[in-house]
């Protein structure tokens, strides 16, 4: 009676796993994040490489909006926090909010402090958080974590005088930082935005992502879509759900 009853609505069953499933970043991702050539394993490469060899790094994310460029740093992080949860520490901007040069060093001030349990001061004037970000750069390194920097809308950072772009990578020039920049930017042309003061320290990394191909779009599809023969779904609904979704695929 209780199993009849719990496979009832076997439908709603289905429907709330597809959508927990489009919620998880980690699960969409998981077929694409396999390879050596992917976008991921590159990604990841460069920033473990730089948290485990005690190195400078910077990066740029270049294609257009929802090839997954986010999504596929957030699960990057997300693993290597996991991975090294005592040595790393995010801050992160968005050219959208923080574009002018005062108002990101304030943000990238904010953060540190609230990752390091200090007190942070709103009336600190652009050369003393400059100034401070690059002790809290030099104390980290010597104490071997690394500070990832994700610069999103980084194109809007490329604005202006670019004081900022200019004081973070110049800061990382000193061989005690240990730090990463990532850019992310929907202009596959952005470096050349940047002055030349800055693109001379700026390591011209570049991962650019594209839309899916068919193949890959129907991959994802199906490992996202497809019901496990695992679950606690009749077997005989989740066999029938497949097959009619390999269909729809031909």
Do not use: W
């Amino acid at each position: 009676m209780g199993k009849e009853k719990h496979n009832k609505n076997p439908s709603g069953k289905a429907l709330n796993l597809l959508r927990t499933r489009l919620t998880n970043p980690n699960f969409i991702f998981k077929p694409f994040s396999d390879s050596p050539d992917s976008n991921y394993s590159k990604l990841k490469f460069i920033i473990s490489s730089s948290v485990t060899e005690a190195c400078n790094n910077s990066i740029l994310l270049l294609g257009p909006r929802g090839s997954g460029k986010v999504a596929v740093l957030e699960l990057v992080l997300s693993d290597l926090l996991q991975q090294y949860p005592e040595v790393i520490s995010v801050i992160r901007l968005n050219g959208l909010l923080h574009s002018d040069d005062n108002c990101a060093l304030k943000e990238i001030a904010r953060q540190l402090c609230m990752e390091h349990q200090l007190l942070f001061s709103k009336v600190a004037s652009f050369d003393d958080n400059s100034q401070f970000v690059v002790a809290m750069l030099r104390e980290c390194g010597l104490a071997h974590k690394t500070i990832i920097f994700v610069l999103d809308e980084f194109d809007l950072f490329a604005q202006g005088k670019q004081r900022l772009l200019y004081s973070l990578l110049d800061a990382m020039q000193s061989v005690t930082s240990q730090a990463v920049v990532i850019g992310v930017s929907c202009r596959l042309d952005v470096d050349q935005l940047l002055e030349k003061r800055v693109r001379s320290r700026f390591s011209h990394r570049k991962l650019l992502f594209l839309p899916p191909s068919r193949e890959d779009t129907e991959r994802f599809l199906e490992h996202t879509l497809s019901l496990p023969m695992d679950s606690t779904l009749p077997q005989k609904y989740t066999v029938e759900f497949n097959e009619r979704l390999k269909v729809s695929f031909n």
